[in-house]
Each structure stands twice: as structure tokens, then as C-alpha cells.
């Protein structure tokens, strides 16, 4: 099948740039991107695991992701675009360990091997609101074209959240940013997606030169961070809202942000589990229930660098169910630009954050449960904390390699189990 599939987007490539010269070049766009993650860390001795700890031994793990994007204009105002993806390997300990888990391109999946599937599959349509425009440049998921300044954009289909909201210039992509979860955005910002961080639904954008607005209805999974999609729409959603403000300073862009998400899930209340044996949680997932929180983010662009600052808090009283195991989070970071050493594409990060749980979870966790993605048994509970620096090489026009190493302390919360340092080395490609 593998074999075959190569052949299948050579020839869909050729139809592509055929359609370009019989066309106009603003009918299809088409990008490709392909990233491999190797990760490990050294064997230590905690004084006990738990069925979602990070193994103790020395361990390897590599991840694989190429993935294409492409978008066709169906009528002056509307495009549909298709993301084929391809994705194997594992993260450190299938994924388990560690709340601001260390590998963006890991994704809680059954079985390492490589498995091809749409991860967005999405149309959208412009509403000019002026005569005005501004020429938007061909790139991830869009057209070159020229768009009104101030217009209502509605996109329904497959796609991420983060594709929209919580955005970030710095920290917001694994394959090319910073790794770690908790710095690709708000680590207690639960929205909803699958295992792969992807769902069905609707964004509708209010754009302006100084100010935007976004909200969207989405379809949150039917088990914590699952591979199947919650279509009970009445009770089954998440519902965010973002306000974005755009500002200059001394000459400089930077952007102000907040984020209100409300999840309503099959997620169980933390109350109701916390004298439950863990295997019986699942079973208590019959009705829905509420969750909400909020992201607040802070950015600037400077002269060669740039930095961040971002805080997030959820309620925290049911089960985590969309990202990851983290009910409060505060990061900040900054991105140096090469070319005070004479390599302009070359760029060094670095950021730290700080992650906490709620009472209601700690509680749940210190008496033996277990979340999708950490769980030691017991719980000496302390702030997870981890620092990340990245140096990421561009070594020949759109080949870029990457050197990254992160320490974090008292990973999945629990100061028994102690701190570990990882290591990565990531090649990215994008054409």
C-alpha cells in the first residue's frame, strides 16, 4: 500500500501544476512538510511507577510525520482544502509520563506504525465587509489572493483549533518551534480533539488590520483524548472564543490575546471518581458534564528576536479530555534570529514553564487514578516544571535540523518520581 501511495500524490502533484498553467496560479496551492523526531532520555530510579509513568530504563523513541496541503479555489470567494497525512513511530513511553509531554509530534496512538489518514478536511468562504484589500501570500492552507482588510471568514470541516485560536509567531508548532506541549499552547487550555488533535466542526472569523474575533463549535472525542469523534451535538461540543488585539510598539508588531473555552464531554467529575478503583472510571462515563477556562497571551516581535508570555487555568473538576493533563499554566520564552552569526534562517529558543493541577485532580491522583496520560499510583504532589532550548540549523534551502534538549522537574506532578532531562534531534522539511 505504501508503495503505492507515493505514486498516487506524484500524480496528483502533476494534475496540480497543470491545473497552475491552464489556470491562474491563485486556483491551487500545495505544500509539503515532513518532520522526524528522535527522542530519548537516560534510565533513573524512581521509588515506584504507575501504568502511565515514564519508563525508567533508557529509552529511544522516533516519530515520523510528512504531511500535504492542498487547497483549491471553487468560486471567487470560497476554497477547499485537503490535508493527507502520514504518521508513525512513538513518543517517549507511548506517550505517558510526563503532564507537558515533550514531543509535539507524538500522538497517542495503538500501534507505531506508519498509518495514513485527513487529518483537515475543511471549506471556506469569505465575506467581504469593505472594498479595501490586501494581497495574502500563497502558504499552509492558503491561496494566494487578495482578500478584503475587514471581512467575515466561515470555515467548516475537519481541521485543529489550534490552527485558530491561541496563535502564536513563536510557540505553536512542534515541527518547527519549541516541542514541548505545554509551550505550543496554554497547557491547561483542554480543547477539543482527537488523539491527534484535530476535529469536525465550525470557526467563524471576524478579521481587521487591528483586531480580530473568532468563534467556533467543535466535536470533542467519546473517551479522553480518543480517536473517535462525540457527534451528539446537543450535549457533545466545545464552544471558544477568542478576542485578539494587534498593536505596534517603538515600531515593532505584537499581538494581545484571550481565549474562553466551554467544553460539555463525557468526562468525569474528579469528586465522583476519586473513591473509584481507576479500571471502573470508564464505566462512569454515561452522562455529560461541563468544564471551562480561559488563555490569556502576550507577544512582541524585536529587532532579531521575539518573545512570549502566556498564562492558562481551567476549572479542573472533571477529567481532562481533549490535550493534556494540566489545569493551570504560565510559560514565557524568547526566539533569537542567526544573523548577528551571519545565518539569518538559523534561530535559538528558549522558554520555560510552570504547570499545576487542580485540587479536585491531585486528590484523584494521590488515591491511585489514572488520566489518559499520567498516573504513578501515588502522588507527592508538586509543581511539573520543565525548561526547553532549541537550536534549529537551516542546512539547505528548506531542510532544517534541529538540536533541542529540555529538563523537567517533578514530571506528571510528582516529586517522588523526580526530574529527567531529554533530548531530541528533529529534521524538518517543507516544500
Known amino acids: 500500500m505504501f508503495r503505492i501511495v507515493p505514486g498516487v500524490f506524484a500524480l496528483l502533484i502533476a494534475h496540480v501544476s497543470l491545473s497552475q498553467n491552464k489556470d491562474s496560479v491563485d486556483r491551487w496551492t500545495f505544500r509539503f512538510m515532513n518532520t522526524v523526531v528522535q527522542q530519548g532520555h537516560e534510565g533513573f530510579n ?25 487547497g483549491r479555489r471553487l468560486t471567487d470567494r470560497t476554497s477547499i482544502y485537503i490535508n493527507p497525512e502520514l504518521a508513525g513511530g512513538s513518543g517517549l513511553s507511548g506517550v505517558a509520563g510526563i503532564a507537558g509531554f515533550p514531543n509535539g509530534e507524538a500522538f497517542r496512538v495503538g ?42 471568514t466561515l470555515t467548516v470541516g475537519k481541521f485543529s483549533l489550534l490552527d485558530y485560536f491561541d496563535n502564536s509567531n513563536y510557540a505553536n508548532d512542534g ?21 491527534r488533535g484535530n476535529t469536525w466542526g465550525a470557526v467563524l472569523e471576524y478579521i481587521t488590520p487591528k483586531n480580530s474575533m473568532r468563534f467556533a463549535v467543535t466535536t470533542p472525542s467519546t473517551t479522553p483524548n480518543g480517536p473517535k469523534f462525540d457527534f ?17 510598539l517603538f515600531g515593532r508588531v505584537g499581538h494581545f490575546g484571550v481565549v474562553g473555552f466551554y467544553n460539555s464531554t463525557l468526562g468525569v467529575r474528579f469528586t465522583d471518581a476519586v ?7 470508564a464505566k462512569m462515563r454515561t452522562s455529560y458534564h461541563g468544564k471551562y477556562g480561559v488563555v490569556l497571551k502576550l ?20 477529567e481532562n479530555y481533549g490535550f493534556t493533563q494540566i489545569d493551570r499554566s504560565i ?35 494521590e488515591r491511585g487514578g489514572n488520566g ?37 522537574w517533578n514530571m506528571a506532578f510528582n516529586a517522588d518520581r523526580g526530574d529527567i532531562g531529554i533530548w531530541a534531534i528533529r529534521s524538518h522539511v517543507e516544500l
Open 46 to 70: 524512581p521509588p515506584y511507577s504507575g501504568i502511565k509513568s515514564l519508563h525508567s530504563e533508557s529509552e529511544t523513541q522516533i516519530t515520523v510525520r510528512n504531511t500535504w496541503f492542498l
Open 111 to 152: 500501534s507505531g506504525s506508519p498509518k495514513i489518514y485527513v487529518a483537515r478536511f475543511f471549506i471556506r468562504h469569505e465575506f467581504p465587509l469593505t472594498k479595501e484589500t490586501v494581497l495574502v501570500a500563497d502558504g499552509i492552507n492558503q491561496l494566494n489572493e487578495r482578500l478584503a482588510v475587514k471581512r467575515l
Open 175 to 195: 515541527r518547527t518551534q519549541f516541542m514541548n506541549w505545554a509551550l505550543m499552547t496554554g497547557g491547561a487550555y483542554d480543547f477539543a480533539s482527537d488523539t
Open 232 to 248: 451528539n451535538l446537543l450535549e457533545a461540543h466545545g464552544i471558544n472564543l477568542e478576542y485578539r488585539k494587534h498593536f505596534a
Open 275 to 281: 473513591y473509584t478503583q481507576p479500571d471502573s472510571v
Open 299 to 318: 507577544e512582541q516581535e524585536q529587532q532579531n528576536f521575539g518573545w512570549f508570555i502566556n498564562g492558562s487555568w481551567a476549572d479542573g473538576k472533571t
Open 331 to 365: 510559560m514565557a520564552g524568547i526566539v533569537v534570529g542567526g544573523i548577528r552569526w551571519k545565518r539569518p534562517a538559523d534561530k535559538i529558543g528558549f522558554a520555560g514553564t510552570i504547570n499545576g493541577l487542580s485540587p479536585e485532580q491531585a486528590n484523584f491522583l
Open 372 to 408: 489518559f496520560i499520567i498516573g504513578d499510583g501515588r502522588l507527592r504532589y508538586a509543581t511539573e516544571r520543565a525548561a526547553e532550548v532549541y537550536y534549529s540549523i537551516r542546512v539547505h534551502n528548506n531542510i532544517f535540523l534541529t538540536l533541542d534538549y529540555q529538563y523537567i
